[in-house]
């Protein structure tokens, strides 16, 4: 049975989506199963792994509205053990044509459940909003991961994902906890960056991740190439980031054994 995480922040241009296609890979390079799902209209977890938008037919939006079997959908990408359910704009109207349907906050969580069994982690890419299609994210979700990027306005809205959280948790999904704060787009030579470190770490403790994601031109070009970062530039920054990111996540959940040396690798 997967683990199921959603990435979310409603704040854009956090990192989320760069999170997400490359923790994914090097979850799958540590050889899990992994699944993406993108669940943004704008698709950019899709084409970051090197899938042409245009031409995708069939989508997350086909599964949500029309009850599409989720398994006829999934494609391989050219990272072992990572699969994707692609996206597509039409996912734009998709929150307004759930609004009627019944249990329309429970449609994702169905859809997962005819797959789940196939991985061992299941992802989430979410809009940056914290709509309908978020709120099926976290309802599905057994936990969730929130991106802060290391910006003036770090904190600026968290305090209203935090509180869609807890009413996610009262009323929709009882078991849902916060994986924990990745603090991303750090660059130590700005006293800014170390004063929201200090700053989140000071609010959130034991919830934030040990691993920062470093400001690095290979993660932001590897995108424009279709490829994660491992498969970009694997001696980059960004790279061994997300790979002490994802052993990080594989000792939370008690999904490796491995030494305080073993942590980290580089």
Do not use: W
């Not at 997350?60 to 359910?85: F, S």
């Not at 934030?208 to 994601?213: K, P």
């Amino acid at each position: 049975m997967a683990k199921v995480i959603a990435l979310a922040n409603q704040k854009g241009g956090v990192g989320k989506t760069t999170t997400a296609i490359n923790l994914a890979a090097s979850l799958a390079v540590l050889e899990q199963k992994i699944l993406l799902i993108d669940a943004d209209p704008q698709a950019n977890a899709t084409s970051g792994l090197g899938f042409d938008i245009r031409t995708i037919k069939t989508s997350i939006y086909e599964c949500l509205i029309d009850d599409l079997d989720p398994n006829g959908i999934i494609l391989n990408t050219e990272v072992e053990k990572l699969d994707l359910i692609p996206s597509h704009i039409d996912l734009v109207g998709a929150e307004i044509e759930m609004t009627n349907l019944p249990n329309r906050e429970q449609i994702l969580k169905t859809v997962i459940s005819k797959i789940e069994d196939k991985y061992d982690f299941i992802l989430i890419d979410c809009s940056p909003s914290l709509g309908l299609i978020t709120l099926n994210a976290l309802t599905a979700s057994d936990s969730v991961l929130i991106p802060v990027q290391c910006e003036y306005f770090a904190l600026e809205g968290l305090g209203k994902l935090l509180n869609t959280i807890k009413i996610v948790q009262n009323r929709l999904n009882t078991g849902l906890v916060i994986e924990g704060f990745l603090l991303t787009m750090y660059d130590a030579r700005l006293r800014l960056s170390n004063q929201v470190v200090e700053e989140v770490k000071k609010h959130f403790q034991q919830m934030v991740f040990d691993t920062i994601i470093q400001r690095n031109v290979k993660l932001s070009e590897a995108p424009s190439f279709g490829k994660p970062v491992l498969m970009y530039d694997i001696n980059s920054n960004g790279a061994v980031n997300h790979l002490n990111l994802a052993r990080e996540i594989l000792q939370r959940n008690d999904k490796t054994q491995m030494s305080d040396a073993g942590k980290q690798i580089g």
